[in-house]
């Protein structure tokens, strides 16, 4: 590692030609429009652009490292190509606001694109949830077998976790989508600029306010980082079920068989790699988050090189929750329910036992002793080994005399689920309803 290499950014930054250039092109006008350069110029200016972009997506463009950074090398080719219009391009300008126009435009693209695979995941989520809305699961808490749900269900929770994720990104696209450009160096510039063109010709919302903040602040990458970082600890979360629902002694779903790989060693596995990256890689988003803030939090006004190394985190943000979105929309498409499975272990969870105290509580028992007569039930059929229902009524009602032969369609899963009938609740057809409602938020 030598100072050049140390020094220069070319490496990572030059992800955001596009917007380097686009963030130029937009400038070169503005300058034209105010007489500050000539028409010809900014004819120059273009045929020189149009001819990087040519160079750079066909792979011929010569990136160089003593060139530092992705604006120099644009600039640099630029002068090649047409001359003292290249040389004028910088005119009311620094790179302390171009790369922070550069950035902000980059994240903006970068978070419409997250929002449509987020969209794309969820869809797959919601044609998931429908096919399984009436299928019974076992709802936890503990991990232990609590009341019964149905997967649609717990589907939809997944679901709106994501809608909050949306929002969250939707929300920092707001604030990242003002323009820094016209602050220069920190102070403004002498020339008579007119930031408002700008920021309307690169589709910005409007200017930053102020030409410090303009060049310093990354709190809008900081930003998306923390929504990162949230989304990410959803998709570990709900990795977290899928590799336990795999687990044979679960057994709810099976995986295609593309998400999982065997043993190099143990021919018989079957490894739950996909959920397993994607709980692994919310690790490092949330040390991207963390790298920022730290980056961040000593430095002075205005634009400190620090800011340099703001580029690397970001990007590996944006592309592990990318990556993450677009894999594990595929991954839920390809989900298989093992029905069977979820209703043996709702048999072994004594998952209606609630359904029973409160139809005891209905019949005028107070909670609290109801409660305890179903727990002297449950052990009873513990005892037996079998599941509440299976109970005779006689064996029942030596828990309480108020049981009568009404109860079992209270002890049934089915039971359980219709009964939970309100809006956010688990019935069946409640769960039908939240599907299309959520379908029309999307
Ligand atoms: N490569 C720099 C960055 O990524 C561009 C801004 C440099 N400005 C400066 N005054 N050295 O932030």
């Known amino acids: 590692m030598n100072l050049v290499s140390y020094t220069a950014s070319v490496n990572v930054d030059k992800r955001m030609w596009h917007q380097d250039i686009r963030g130029s092109l937009a400038h070169a006008r503005m300058l034209a429009r105010q007489a500050i350069i000539s028409p010809s110029d900014l004819a120059d200016i273009e045929r020189g ?16 490292l003593d060139l530092k950074d992705v604006h120099l090398n644009i600039e640099y080719r630029l002068t090649m190509l047409v001359g003292d219009a290249g040389k004028r391009l910088h005119t009311g300008r620094s790179r302390n606001d171009q790369v922070a126009t550069d950035i902000r435009l980059y994240l903006r693209d970068a978070i419409d694109d997250i929002l449509t695979l987020l969209k794309t995941f969820q869809t797959s989520l919601l044609d998931l949830a429908e096919r399984e809305a009436a299928t019974p699961m076992p709802g ?18 997944w679901f709106e976790m994501t809608r909050r994720d949306a929002e969250r990104f939707a929300d920092v696209r707001k604030r990242t989508n003002f323009l820094p450009l016209g602050a220069a160096a920190l102070a403004g510039t002498t020339y008579p600029i007119d930031r408002e063109f700008v920021a309307a010709e690169l589709g910005f919302a409007g200017v930053c306010e102020n030409s410090l ?19 990410m600890m959803h998709f570990s979360r709900m990795s977290e079920e899928l590799v336990l629902w795999m687990n044979p002694r679960f057994g709810f779903v099976r995986i295609a068989d593309r998400f999982c790989t065997g043993s190099s060693i143990m021919p018989q596995k079957k490894n739950p790699d996909v959920p397993e990256l994607a709980r692994g890689k919310t690790g490092r988003v949330y040390g991207h988050l963390m790298s920022l803030l730290t980056l961040m939090k000593g430095q002075p006004l205005a634009f400190n090189k620090d800011n340099q190394e703001d580029k690397e985190p970001l990007f590996d943000a944006v592309d592990t929750v990318s990556d993450t979105l677009r894999i594990s929309a595929e991954m839920i498409a390809g989900i298989t329910a093992r029905p069977e499975n979820m209703r043996d ?18 019949k005028g028992l107070p909670f609290r002793d109801a409660h305890e007569a179903v727990g002297l039930a449950v052990k009873r059929a513990e005892e037996l080994g079998v599941d509440l229902p ?15 032969e009404d109860v079992f369609a209270v002890l049934t899963v089915e039971g359980s689920l219709n009964s939970r009938d309100h809006i956010g609740g688990t019935a069946p057809k409640r769960v039908v309803e939240a599907i299309l409602s959520a379908r029309k938020r999307l």
């Open 49 to 64: 652009m149009a001819q990087i972009v040519s160079e750079i997506e066909a792979g011929s463009f010569k990136w160089s």
């Open 140 to 157: 936890c808490t503990h991990l232990q077998v609590a009341q019964p749900v149905t997967f649609g269900h717990h589907l939809l929770a």
């Open 213 to 231: 903040d303009a060049v310093s602040d990354r709190d809008f990458a900081i930003e998306f980082c923390a929504a990162a970082s949230m989304l």
């Open 345 to 362: 272990a709702l048999r072994q969870g004594f998952a209606t036992a609630t359904d029973l105290a409160d139809y005891l509580t209905r």
């Open 390 to 404: 299976q109970l005779s009524l006689a064996e029942l009602q030596a828990f309480s005399p108020m049981i009568g």
